[in-house]
């Protein structure tokens, strides 16, 4: 079965950067796209930004202009530079592609 990699999460204070890595086996975010979706402690997952097979990306109000979605096909990764961070970005990461999920990354932001 098909296995989604995430990496990347860890503590990070207000203001700060991390970036995020999903691994896919095979080239399959160039048929399917891909999303980054995250779920905050108490509350449901929800969409962080997503990526058309094509290459179109979307993103979620409140991580405009700092989080960016980027694809390496060579290397059948997604990232997700966030900048800027706030504590309400705290959550667990999650890379979604054909309805599979990764296990998921946690990022912390708190000074």
């Known amino acids: 079965q098909m296995q989604l990699m995430e990496s990347g999460g860890g503590l990070v204070q207000p203001g700060g950067s991390l970036t995020l890595s999903c691994k896919a086996p095979n080239n399959i975010f160039s048929i399917y796209g891909m999303g980054w979706y995250r779920q905050p402690p108490g509350k449901q997952r929800e969409m962080v930004a997503t990526s058309a097979p094509g290459g179109r990306t979307e993103y979620a109000d409140s991580v405009k202009g700092r989080f960016t979605l980027s694809r390496d096909s060579v290397q059948n990764t997604a990232y997700l530079q966030m900048n800027n961070l706030k504590p309400e970005d705290t959550a667990v990461y999650y890379c979604?592609?054909?309805?599979?999920w990764g296990r998921g990354t946690q990022v912390t932001v708190a000074s």
């Open positions: 979604m592609t054909d309805h599979k």
